[in-house]
């Protein structure tokens, strides 16, 4: 594992927005894993500016979403298949078809999560999964737990993680109380992992995954143990390491 810490949110972003696109670099038909969320979108924003410099073209990229809520429709301005269309899908040229989200009006729930899962492996895996981090350690939408499941399922969130995402929905009744998330195991498909995070309500999350056991009770601890994984926070988000 290797960390680096940065100055800012806007080093951050340009750091992570650089290791995508060496990848997009190295391999042209590449499959980008991706997370929603505040901490990508200044990623988003410099991979949007080198597409339009011509450094990076998404003409040949796949990607696959870590996760979405459940359920919700695609035009809802808080799903996470509209969030990817505003902050990167809408701005490359990217072909839409082979953007890939978890479907949040999935009827048959067990199927399509093993359609996914199936799909990251027929798709050759994930070649960098861009990852952002809870509060309380979780990743995709795999909360603190005894036990976690691996591959892509249906979850319930937390309270913690309702309230932390009541301020973008209209009022707290409104969050979604479940969510489609890939497992560990999905993200653990990936050749290489980026963890993004920034800001003082990120450090006790990160010193927790980078200082404390190993324990499904932070779910970013296990990140630690992938063989090509890089942690990419700011001094904020890294000041109780
Ligand atoms: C989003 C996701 C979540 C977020 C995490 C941090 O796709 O999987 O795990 O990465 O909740 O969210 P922000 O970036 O808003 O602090």
Same mark, same amino acid.
């Given at each position: 594992?290797?960390?680096?810490?940065?100055?800012?949110?806007?080093?951050?972003?340009?750091?992570?927005a650089?290791?995508?696109?060496?990848?997009?670099?190295?391999?042209?038909?590449?499959?980008?894993?991706l997370?929603t969320?505040?901490?990508?979108?200044?990623?988003?924003k410099?991979?949007?500016?080198?597409?339009?410099?011509?450094?990076?073209?998404?003409?040949?990229?796949?990607?696959?979403?870590?996760?979405e809520?459940y359920?919700?429709?695609p035009?809802n301005?808080?799903?996470?298949?509209?969030?990817?269309?505003?902050n990167?899908?809408d701005?490359?040229?990217?072909?839409?078809? @082979?953007?890939? $989200?978890?479907?949040?009006? /999935?009827?048959?729930? !067990? +199927?399509h999560?093993?359609?996914?899962?199936?799909? %990251?492996?027929?798709?050759?895996?994930?070649?960098?999964?861009?990852?952002?981090?809870?509060?309380?350690?979780?990743?995709?939408?795999?909360?603190?737990?005894?036990?976690?499941?691996?591959?892509?399922?249906?979850?319930?969130?937390t309270?913690?993680?309702?309230e932390?995402?009541?301020?973008?929905?209209?009022?707290?009744?409104?969050?979604?109380?479940?969510?489609?998330?890939m497992?560990i195991?999905?993200?653990?498909k990936?050749? @290489?992992v980026? $963890?993004?995070?920034?800001? /003082?309500?990120?450090? !006790? +999350?990160?010193?927790?995954?980078l200082?404390?056991? %190993?324990?499904?009770k932070?779910?970013a601890?296990?990140?630690c143990?992938?063989?090509?994984?890089?942690?990419?926070?700011?001094e904020?988000?890294?000041s109780?390491v």
């Open positions: 594992m290797k960390v680096i810490v940065v100055k800012n949110y806007d080093e951050m972003s340009k750091v992570a650089n290791h995508v696109a060496d990848v997009m670099k190295a391999k042209p038909d590449c499959v980008l894993g997370a969320g505040d901490t990508p979108i200044g990623m988003y410099n991979l949007i500016e080198m597409y339009k410099n011509g450094e990076i073209d998404f003409s040949k990229t796949t990607s696959v979403n870590l996760d809520y359920p919700i429709t035009d301005d808080q799903s996470y298949r509209y969030f990817m269309n505003c990167l899908f701005h490359v040229n990217i072909d839409k078809a @082979k953007t890939f $989200v978890p479907d949040g009006q /999935a009827k048959d729930v !067990e +199927a999560c093993k359609a996914y899962e199936d799909r %990251i492996d027929d798709l050759g895996g994930v070649d960098i999964q861009v990852l952002g981090i809870g509060r309380n350690g979780h990743i995709g939408f795999n909360e603190p737990d005894d036990e976690l499941i691996k591959g892509t399922h249906l979850t319930a969130l309270q913690s993680t309702i932390a995402n009541s301020r973008f929905f209209a009022s707290e009744a409104d969050v979604p109380k479940h969510a489609l998330t497992g195991e999905s993200v653990f990936a050749r @290489k980026i $963890v993004l995070a920034s800001g /003082a309500n990120k450090a !006790e +999350a990160i010193r927790a995954m200082k404390g056991n %190993i324990s499904t932070c779910p601890s296990l990140i143990l992938h063989p090509d994984a890089v942690i990419i926070c700011d904020a988000a890294y109780l």
